[in-house]
T-cell receptor
Framework: EDQVTQSPEALRLQEGESSSLNCSYTVSGLRGLFWYRQDPGKGPEFLFTLYSAGEEKEKERLKATLTKKESFLHITAPKPEDSATYLCAVEVRGSTLGRLYFGRGTQLTVWP | EAQVTQNPRYLITVTGKKLTVTCSQNMNHEYMSWYRQDPGLGLRQIYYSMNVEVTDKGDVPEGYKVSRKEKRNFPLILESPSPNQTSLYFC????????????FGSGTRLTVV
């Protein structure tokens, strides 16, 4: 069965303390891996799409990377406004486009 | 403004009373999808649609129906709601599926008593 696992479940960082979030996947074939950010009480907001091992994408303090079995979301010198839940999702090769599998998310808190 | 609009935002209903949650997008997107989000379980896909009249089941389709008669609308129907369908529901749309990223609505918090 396809599965997406995110770790840690929760992460507390001091402002400026860099760290990484992990998303590991066990799927039969990856079409794409996606990162989203979700603020409390709101819908998820799209951040990145990654397609193949070795690919990297950056946006402000966030950098997403992909290997054959996992993806990392690196947060460099985070600020309190980076506090949110970060969600990872995959689209599986061989399944219909639009069929997504989400992980349970990492709740990030950045304190001043 | 490009957006996905869900209605209502909050709904309290009784077991067995049919209800519809509406979803509309103004971006001419092909793909639309419904999710439910529960504490500790994350986002789970209920149904998704690749185009008008084309829909398919996600992780948890039992107890739900959808229809896609027009490109912009994708309503979620609960024919006979039960308390285990109490949840936060999100509608989302995308031009090309996951690759473009989905735009999510603001959510509908449903309570079934």
């Amino acid at each position: 069965e396809d599965q997406v696992t995110q770790s840690p479940e929760a992460l507390r960082l001091q402002e400026g303390e860099s760290s990484s979030l992990n998303c590991s996947y066990t799927v039969s074939g990856l079409r794409g891996l996606f990162w989203y950010r979700q603020d409390p009480g709101k819908g998820p907001e799209f951040l990145f799409t990654l397609y193949s091992a070795g690919e990297e994408k950056e946006k402000e303090r966030l950098k997403a990377t992909l290997t054959k079995k996992e993806s990392f979301l690196h947060i460099t010198a985070p600020k309190p406004e980076d506090s949110a839940t970060y969600l990872c999702a995959v689209e599986v090769r061989g399944s219909t486009l639009g069929r997504l599998y989400f992980g349970r998310g990492t709740q990030l808190t950045v304190w001043p | 403004e490009a957006q996905v609009t869900q209605n209502p935002r909050y709904l309290i209903t009784v077991t067995g009373k049919k209800l519809t949650v509406t979803c509309s997008q103004n971006m001419n997107h092909e793909y639309m999808s419904w999710y439910r989000q529960d504490p500790g379980l994350g986002l789970r896909q209920i149904y998704y649609s690749m185009n008008v009249e084309v829909t398919d089941k996600g992780d948890v389709p039992e107890g739900y129906k959808v229809s896609r008669k027009e490109k912009r609308n994708f309503p979620l129907i609960l024919e006979s709601p039960s308390p285990n369908q109490t949840s936060l529901y999100f509608c989302a749309s995308s031009l090309r599926g996951g690759a473009d990223g989905y735009t999510f609505g603001s959510g509908t918090r449903l309570t079934v008593v």
